[in-house]
């Protein structure tokens, strides 16, 4: 593919910047799995948000007293994902890792493509949809079991024991991130040498704050996403590209 002069100079740049780096961290948002067909959650024209109050779908108070309202949110965003397979971008990132040019990822998205794809230290911000747990008895169940009759009898999943609904073990609003992935996270931020956003616009938090603590650190920062960041300023590098089509890129200039 042929590209502009100014992009080519800045995808040269990526792959230098990561292949002298010792210790990469990627950080990725909803817009890395939008060429995979998922929605994104804060885009003008189609996100999720333009088209659903969150606080009435998508918080723990909507799971706790609105059951069929966050459920019936749900259930569509959970059936594109089953239909939908890692992109570009997610296999690119999948064999740097495996390469060695990138430790670990730390993702926003709960649709768990970067595992899918390859990738082996992903660090999940907001939880991951492969699993359900039980509010009373903190039980754990693959979401697997109970997809199927869910998604096609609308039979919302419950606990065999407690007799209650069964939560995805996503971060909900008004709930805080698990402390211990939090920690991994900040941990593997410490210790990088480079930290790449791909896909995220920095807006949600905390973990929009995790790049911008890379940079206190004096961590190199690359920046790809369409639309523009907070962090833009403090770019080492500014890549506003479609993620499906850098990643490769850069991916193929490192590894030939």
Same mark, same amino acid.
């Given at each position: 593919?042929?590209?502009?002069?100014?992009?080519?100079?800045?995808?040269?740049?990526?792959?230098?910047?990561?292949?002298?780096?010792?210790?990469?961290?990627?950080?990725?948002?909803?817009?890395?799995?939008?060429?995979?067909?998922?929605?994104?959650?804060?885009?003008?024209?189609?996100?999720?948000?333009?088209?659903?109050?969150?606080?009435?779908?998508?918080?723990?108070?909507?799971?706790?007293?609105?059951?069929?309202?966050?459920?019936?949110?749900? *259930?569509? %965003?959970?059936?594109? &994902?089953?239909?939908?397979?890692?992109? #570009?971008?997610?296999?690119?990132?999948?064999? +740097?890792?495996?390469?060695?040019?990138?430790?670990?990822?730390?993702?926003?998205?709960?649709?768990?493509?970067?595992?899918?794809?390859?990738?082996?230290?992903?660090?999940?911000?907001?939880?991951?949809?492969?699993?359900?747990?039980?509010?009373?008895?903190?039980?754990?169940?693959?979401?697997?079991?109970?997809?199927?009759?869910?998604?096609?009898?609308?039979?919302?999943?419950?606990?065999?024991?407690?007799?209650?609904?069964?939560?995805?073990?996503?971060?909900?609003?008004? *709930?805080? %991130?698990?402390?211990? &992935?939090?920690?991994?996270?900040?941990? #593997?931020?410490?210790?990088?040498?480079?930290? +790449?956003?791909?896909?995220?616009?920095?807006?949600?938090?905390?973990?929009?704050?995790?790049?911008?603590?890379?940079?206190?650190?004096?961590?190199?920062?690359?920046?790809?996403?369409?639309?523009?960041?907070?962090?833009?300023?403090?770019?080492?590098?500014?890549?506003?590209?479609?993620?499906?089509?850098?990643?490769?890129?850069?991916?193929?200039?490192?590894?030939?």
């Amino acid at each position: 593919m042929i590209f502009p002069l100014y992009i080519e100079k800045q995808l040269d740049r990526v792959a230098k910047l990561i292949q002298s780096s010792r210790s990469g961290v990627i950080f990725t948002g909803a817009g890395i799995s939008v060429p995979s067909g998922i929605p994104d959650f804060r885009s003008a024209s189609t996100g999720l948000w333009n088209q659903f109050d969150p606080m009435a779908v998508a918080s723990i108070s909507a799971f706790r007293n609105r059951p069929a309202d966050f459920f019936g949110w749900l *259930e569509p %965003l959970v059936s594109r &994902i089953l239909q939908a397979q890692p992109n #570009a971008a997610h296999i690119s990132l999948a064999k +740097l890792e495996s390469a060695g040019f990138l430790k670990t990822i730390i993702t926003q998205n709960i649709d768990g493509f970067h595992q899918k794809a390859g990738s082996k230290d992903v660090i999940e911000l907001h939880g991951s949809l492969d699993e359900l747990f039980c509010p009373t008895c903190f039980s754990r169940f693959l979401m697997a079991d109970y997809v199927e009759s869910w998604l096609t009898k609308h039979i919302l999943p419950e606990c065999p024991t407690c007799k209650i609904l069964l939560k995805p073990n996503i971060v909900l609003y008004e *709930e805080l %991130l698990p402390p211990d &992935i939090w920690e991994q996270a900040e941990i #593997a931020c410490d210790h990088a040498d480079l930290m +790449l956003v791909a896909g995220s616009s920095l807006e949600v938090m905390p973990a929009g704050s995790l790049p911008y603590r890379c940079v206190q650190n004096g961590t190199k920062l690359i920046i790809m996403n369409l639309s523009s960041t907070t962090l833009d300023l403090m770019a080492d590098v500014l890549l506003p590209m479609d993620v499906a089509v850098a990643l490769p890129e850069i991916c193929n200039r490192i590894l030939a």
